[in-house]
């Protein structure tokens, strides 16, 4: 069947690569794997861009890096969201008691990015199934709209350790993204593009 799989990054990144040695990871390729009967039409791919932090001041150039390899992928589109940071009060965890100010980060957009491609596609009539990448319950609505109105299935290749119960009933299958597909899916050390070679980062 024509699949489009729309990926949620940062659902698939904690999710599936954070602090493992698969970070490096070529979606076409794990999509192949997972999906060997279907032809990809289009990946979409949603995440936000990040900012500096004082622990870990190089995240922006890593991301930066792997965005530019997902690029090299002919059929994969990237599609960005934001960050709100905004200062919160939040009360401390017992044994202590009163109220600590915060820096809250919250990454917007993504989930309706997604929701909105998968439906527009769907009533475009851009793929014969669609494909999930992330376990979000939040898009348990545009699933069921794929499902229930425009009568396409809709398939979730899971990063997490247990599917969510709210989708399970409304999605075709479910696959586990294990990590021996992670690490059959890693794009090559070095890369090229119009830029010119590039190479994945030194801490990966």
Not at 63 to 86: D, K
Not at 116 to 144: C, K, M, R
Not at 159 to 166: C, D, E, I
Request: charged share 20%; hydrophobic share 40%.
């Amino acid at each position: 069947m024509k699949a489009n799989i729309y990926v949620d990054g940062f659902n698939l990144y904690y999710g599936a690569v954070k602090n493992t040695p698969h970070r490096w990871l070529n979606i076409a390729a794990m999509c192949r794997l997972l999906l060997p009967r279907d032809e990809i039409n289009q990946i979409k791919y949603f995440t936000a861009l990040v900012s500096p932090r004082p622990h870990d001041p190089g995240q922006p150039t890593r991301q930066q890096t792997y965005l530019r390899a997902l690029r090299t992928t002919p059929n994969l589109t990237i599609i960005l969201g934001s960050f709100l940071t905004h200062d919160v009060m939040m009360p401390l965890a017992p044994p202590a008691s009163g109220y600590v100010k915060v820096i809250k980060t919250e990454e917007k957009g993504s989930d309706v990015n997604l929701a909105t491609h998968l439906i527009v596609d769907g009533y475009n009539d851009d793929y014969e199934i669609a494909v999930v990448v992330s376990n979000d319950s939040d898009l348990l609505a545009p699933i069921q709209v794929v499902s229930g109105q425009l009568k396409k299935p809709v398939g979730m290749l899971n990063p997490q350790k247990h599917p969510s119960r709210a989708l399970l009933l409304h999605v075709k299958f479910i696959k586990q993204i294990r990590s021996g597909v992670l690490a059959k899916s890693q794009f090559p050390v070095t890369l090229t593009d119009a830029r010119g070679r590039f190479s994945k980062p030194a801490s990966w």
